[in-house]
């Protein structure tokens, strides 16, 4: 799977973040908060990128009770999924997956703005 950042800012909000999208666009993943600033955001997403297989990644159901994927630098969130899952089992598939291949994530794209 081809994974690639983004940094922009976000549509509802106006407040910038990254988000990790697979091949197809769809995102998979995010900064779990937004930014000050693009410059912000995109030294987020670097740092998300250079740490991606180090990162403590947890398995955690949600308000509706639906399982999802964090990851975290001690009590600091550095990333969740984009998305609940059906089953835990595809919970921990995805944060393997997203611990496993991001390192080779092409992106984010230098700062243009903000």
């Known amino acids: 799977m081809a994974l690639r950042f983004t940094v922009a800012t976000g549509a509802s909000t106006g407040k910038p973040s990254w988000w990790l999208l697979d091949d197809d666009g769809r995102r998979i993943a995010w900064a779990g908060t937004f930014y000050k600033s693009i410059a912000d955001a995109h030294a987020a997403a670097l740092a998300f ?30 990333a969740a999924g984009h998305a609940p899952f059906r089953t835990r089992s595809e919970a ?23």
């Open 49 to 78: 990128k250079a740490g991606a297989q180090s990162w403590r990644y947890e398995i955690y159901m949600d308000d509706k009770d639906q399982p999802r994927w964090r990851a975290k630098d001690g009590k600091k969130l550095v």
């Open 92 to 114: 921990v598939t995805a944060a393997h997956s997203v611990s496993k291949d991001t390192t080779y994530a092409s992106g984010p794209n230098p700062p243009t703005g903000g």
